[in-house]
């Protein structure tokens, strides 16, 4: 029996992205981009086959797969999708097609390994090569109505996942056999299980959970929260300690459903915490809910993490958030998508305005040397009126008996 491959995206909207790209790249003069990495390659085409699709500023584009072009056929929408075992024939079918060479041509210079990058180089021969990748990440920062469907189902079933925490946290098991168990829970409801970032050399597996003192270890990774992991190869993540009553158990896990992601915190204890956790985490959800008025259209998101940096001093944890030992990351929030390191980022210095339709992962969070994690994340909306929260499940700090 054949196997029936599934399209995620109808025409129009391939067809409403591809257009999209053209503009952008006829505005920065350039005669056709080149696609080349799985995420963008996604968002263009509806699969992730290995390939390259070639977008000129005036044709059609042309898809030319290594490996699968049959399953490429099936799982895209576009027309011109043809196998091809080399890139140094790329030359070749667009002059089959009556496509010329370009003169300026676009590459995803950000993620494109340099080696890559000199071979295109030398197959474009004169060509100008320019980086697209500005471009490709601000028209994927503003999703389409299909887009935030797609976000607002994996963020109902992040908060689903939530809810099976206190029904699977028990005092002794160990902070990696609860990951497993919740992982199994999220794999039940769809997870697809990769979770792609853009930023090279980072790593994640569905999130972390981490609960007290290991929650508050630093480590590489661009995040807040690190934990000490299991190993040093990974250094990130739950680890073999046993869950202990009395610490804030740190949940942060991202949910994953036909490429879309939802990024989402909570915070949970086996039972009472002391009352310097309940403190700490309610000025995390005080400064969350001063963002949700603050970021509206037009709302430059360097001025919303300074908002946030200063309410954060004000209520007197200027030292702990978001970090408590230098370097500390300068970021409170970040775009996501199909990648979870999308743009906008909140983020020090930055100059991006906010746009209706970006989708954001606001994580407000105090770490506690010594002690543990308290605060949320939930990716939101921007919309007219300011954030619209897409994870729901309740915010405060869930007490498990």
């Not at 990495?37 to 699709?53: M, N, S």
């Not at 071979?119 to 980086?131: L, Q, V």
């Not at 958030?321 to 999308?342: C, N, Q, S, Y």
Request: charged share 25%.
């Amino acid at each position: 029996m054949a196997t029936e491959y599934r399209q995620v995206f109808l025409e129009e909207e391939i067809t409403s992205r591809i257009k999209g790209l053209k503009e952008r790249i006829a505005k920065e003069n350039l005669d056709a981009a080149l696609i080349v990495q799985k995420a963008d390659r996604y968002y263009y085409t509806g699969t992730t086959q290995q390939g390259w699709l070639y977008v000129p500023v005036d044709r059609a584009p042309v898809f030319m797969v290594f490996k699968d072009a049959e399953r490429a056929a099936a799982e895209s929408v576009l027309e011109d999708i043809i196998p091809l075992l080399s890139p140094k024939k790329i030359p070749d079918v667009l002059n089959e097609r009556g496509i010329a060479l370009p003169k300026r041509l676009g590459l995803e210079l950000d993620v494109m390994p340099a080696n890559t990058f000199f071979m295109f180089n030398s197959i474009f021969g004169s060509a100008e090569i320019h980086d697209v990748s500005p471009s490709i990440r601000l028209q994927r920062a503003v999703k389409s109505g299909f887009e935030i469907e797609c976000i607002r189902k994996s963020s109902a079933l992040a908060d689903k996942v939530a809810a099976s925490v206190p029904e699977l946290a028990k005092p002794g098991i160990t902070e990696v056999e609860l990951a497993g168990l919740v992982e199994a829970r999220a794999r039940k409801l769809g997870h697809q299980g990769t979770i792609r970032m853009r930023m090279w050399d980072n790593d994640l597996f569905y999130g972390h959970i981490m609960c007290g003192p290991e929650a508050a270890v630093p480590g590489s990774l661009a995040s807040p929260t690190a934990g000490a992991g299991m190993n040093p190869f990974v250094g990130q993540g739950p680890s073999f300690k046993p869950l202990e009553r009395h610490q804030p158990l740190l949940v942060d896990y991202v949910f994953a459903r036909d490429g879309y992601l939802s990024d989402h915190a909570r915070i949970f204890s086996l039972g009472e915490l002391d009352d310097e956790f309940y403190k700490a985490h309610e000025a995390m959800r005080g400064i969350q809910d001063m963002v949700k008025q603050m970021a509206v259209p037009g709302a430059v998101t360097g001025e919303i993490y300074a908002a946030m940096v200063d309410m954060a001093k004000e209520s007197g944890y200027g030292a702990e958030f978001m970090g408590a030992a230098p370097p500390k990351i300068r970021f409170t929030g970040h775009g996501v998508g199909i990648e979870l390191d999308e743009f906008p980022f909140i983020a020090q210095g930055q100059t991006l305005p906010l746009e209706s339709g970006m989708v954001i992962a606001l994580e407000p969070k105090v770490i506690l040397p010594g002690k543990g994690v308290v605060g949320v994340e939930n990716t939101c909306l921007v919309t007219p009126d300011g954030l619209e929260m897409l994870t729901r499940y309740p915010e405060g700090i869930t007490r498990i008996d």
